[in-house]
């Protein structure tokens, strides 16, 4: 990329009947955020102007029907669809979850073919998004499907940084899922994660136990002892900084985790619990480990606020600087791990008087 080209960011519009449209206009209002990039929202100029008036915002709208006309200095609306959508704030609607859908796999594909550099995902309902021709619990699996790598859910902030064994997954399903294969696969993307998207050239990085107290030594279940640390043992083993399992009730309350680069949690509450009790409105949820950069707020379509003009965009913003700035980051790790031989012309050997 030149130094003087802005980094294109792409938009799903999420769920029309929640707050994602609110948070969205709500960010790009102030033009100082043109500066960092050149939105790309994959929706309808048509809709998102009724939006802007609704909420009183003034902002510009760029309405464009190809990626080829996008501008520079616009907040560019790319048109998925032409015909207007009846929104009908804080309700599930199948419909709204087909139009959340259109823009999502607008957005993956400009994203798949460089059109944009960069993915924000506005929140979607998950009830409202499955059809004959969407049947993922989310935006990760998804993702997971249309992108290269093996993708986990990371949420991040600058001081704490929690990735996820398992997401969406039924408790009574979670320890049959960990095993020692899972748990190697996962640790390496977050470390190599925390490497080349954080800058971070020895990252320490904790494990969360499965069990209460990490089973206590096999009386409360023996997936800790089993499988968690003979793993954690054979990571440590090969040079990086794994460490656990840890007992996940006293670990943050003691502070512990202000030790580590990144904790890894066996499931979704273990994780987002705390991260979310002590980040929530300034927290990303980072898709780790694919070959695009994935960003989105921490918070869902918050129907309860719906269309009520209440939506704080604080994460949506941190999700936007966390994809440019992790975007960036990148880039400088793919520079710097370049074979330098490659780079280097070979310099004409100075043979003095003698003839060749």
Same mark, same amino acid.
């Given at each position: 990329m030149k130094k003087e080209e802005k980094?294109?960011?792409?938009?799903?519009?999420?769920?029309?009947?929640?707050?994602?449209?609110?948070?969205?206009?709500?960010?790009?209002?102030?033009?100082?955020m043109l500066d960092f990039c050149t939105p790309v929202i994959f929706a309808?100029?048509?809709?998102?102007?009724?939006?802007?008036k609704k909420y009183q915002i003034t902002a510009n709208l760029h309405g464009i029907d190809k990626t080829s006309q996008i501008l520079d200095g616009k907040i560019n609306v790319l048109n998925v669809w032409k015909e207007g959508v009846d929104i009908n704030f804080g309700k599930e609607d199948e419909k709204i979850g087909s139009y959340a859908i259109k823009s999502l796999k607008s957005a993956t594909a400009a994203l798949?073919?460089?059109?944009?550099?960069?993915?924000?995902?506005?929140?979607i309902n998950k009830?409202?998004?499955?059809?004959?021709?969407?049947?993922?619990?989310?935006?990760?699996?998804?993702?997971?499907?249309?992108l290269n790598g093996n993708s986990l859910m990371f949420m991040i902030t600058d001081k704490l940084k929690v990735g996820l064994l398992t997401d969406h997954v039924a408790v009574k399903d979670i320890a049959d899922i960990i095993t020692p294969q899972l748990i190697e696969q996962k640790t390496t993307t977050i470390y190599n994660t925390l490497v080349? +998207?954080? &800058?971070?050239? @020895?990252?320490? %990085?904790?494990?969360?136990?499965?069990?209460?107290?990490?089973?206590?030594?096999?009386?409360?279940?023996?997936?800790?002892?089993?499988?968690?640390k003979p793993t954690i043992k054979k990571i440590n083993d090969s040079g990086k900084l794994v460490y656990g399992p840890y007992a996940?009730?006293?670990?943050?309350?003691?502070?512990?985790?202000?030790?580590?680069d990144a904790i890894v949690a066996s499931y979704h509450d273990q994780g987002l619990i705390p991260f979310k009790t002590l980040s929530f409105g300034k927290g990303v949820n980072y898709t780790a480990g694919?070959?695009?950069?994935?960003?989105?707020?921490?918070?869902?379509?918050?129907?309860?606020?719906?269309?009520?003009?209440?939506? +704080?965009? &604080?994460?949506? @913003?941190?999700? %936007?600087?966390?994809?440019?700035?992790?975007?960036?980051?990148r880039q400088e790790y793919?520079?710097?791990?370049?074979?330098?031989?490659?780079?280097?012309?070979?310099?004409?050997q100075n043979k003095g008087n003698k003839s060749a």
């Open positions: 980094i294109r960011l792409g938009i799903s519009i999420g769920d029309l009947n929640g707050i994602g449209s609110e948070v969205i206009l709500k960010t790009f209002e102030d033009s100082r309808s100029v048509k809709v998102l102007s009724f939006l802007k798949k073919n460089d059109e944009v550099d960069v993915l924000v995902t506005a929140p009830k409202s998004i499955q059809s004959e021709e969407f049947k993922f619990p989310g935006h990760t699996d998804y993702l997971d499907q249309e080349q +998207d954080f &800058g971070i050239s @020895k990252p320490k %990085v904790a494990i969360l136990g499965i069990n209460p107290h990490s089973g206590d030594n096999g009386v409360i279940g023996k997936e800790d002892e089993e499988v968690l996940a009730d006293s670990f943050f309350g003691s502070d512990g985790y202000k030790s580590f694919l070959h695009k950069v994935r960003t989105s707020p921490d918070h869902g379509t918050a129907f309860e606020i719906a269309g009520k003009n209440k939506a +704080d965009n &604080g994460s949506f @913003k941190e999700a %936007v600087f966390a994809a440019l700035k992790i975007y960036k980051n793919k520079e710097l791990t370049k074979n330098p031989l490659k780079k280097q012309p070979r310099k004409p």
